[in-house]
């Protein structure tokens, strides 16, 4: 019976493992070229950044860790462009920011030390990890067995599902109250053109019958 239950436990595993918290990129830079993109976050989410800059060495003819680049990552909120987070980075290393709000964020990344006409060519990997702000550890990686650290990613993954949700629900809830709304100013509008109509085919009745009478046609 034992092991039923481990082999079920380890096909779980490998079907939640797949399920994704955590998502790498990469791309180029181009001296003080800025890259941007956008990310959809709920409230109070940690999003941690682990990141690698390599700059184009001429004389090895590839990309090396140089550590005299500098690079800066900006965090704002969208659409009003609210500034969240701003940081100076090595050209290794990882940064976190936590967002206020929920919506859509936008979180840019250049090279603070490269001039406007600077040439330099830089790149950029980048792996981002979402976290519920409530189930965010200061434990290090190192200090738990793989198991256990497993089950951590596992339950973070399951956060995150949860997190999703929940702002998928916020959404519905918004789209259903401007349905609401729009749906009853729609029919306050008509009413009040019925009563507008009403009112006129009223006064025109009296015009003609006010004509007639004049004419003495009635």
Not at 6 to 12: C, H, I, N, Y
Not at 33 to 51: A, I, N
Not at 108 to 113: D, Y
Request: aromatic share 10%; with cysteine.
């Amino acid at each position: 019976m034992a092991i039923n239950i481990t082999r079920w436990t380890l096909g779980l595993l490998m079907l939640l493992s797949i399920l994704p918290s955590v998502f790498g990129i990469y791309f180029y830079l181009e001296g003080a070229e800025q890259k941007c993109f956008t990310e959809e976050l709920p409230k109070e989410t940690v999003v941690t950044g682990v990141y690698t800059a390599e700059e184009w060495n001429e004389a090895q003819q590839k990309f090396v860790v140089n550590k005299e680049l500098q690079l800066e990552v900006i965090v704002e909120e969208m659409p009003d462009g609210n500034r969240i987070h701003s940081q100076k980075l090595p050209p290794k290393g990882k940064f976190k920011f936590t967002s206020a709000e929920s919506g859509q964020h936008n979180i840019c990344l250049f090279a603070s030390t490269a001039g406007w006409f600077s040439s330099t060519k830089i790149r950029l990997n980048l792996d981002l990890a979402v976290r519920d702000l409530s189930e965010e550890s200061d434990l290090g990686e190192g200090t738990l067995s793989e198991l256990a650290q497993r089950v951590r990613e596992l339950n973070y993954k399951v956060s995150d599902i949860r997190i999703e949700q929940s702002y998928h629900r916020d959404h519905e809830r918004e789209f259903r109250d401007v349905s609401e709304r729009t749906n009853s100013r729609t029919v306050t509008w008509t009413i009040v053109q019925l009563v507008v109509l009403g009112i006129t085919c009223t006064i025109q009745l009296r015009s003609l019958r006010k004509f007639f009478e004049t004419k003495k046609l009635v």
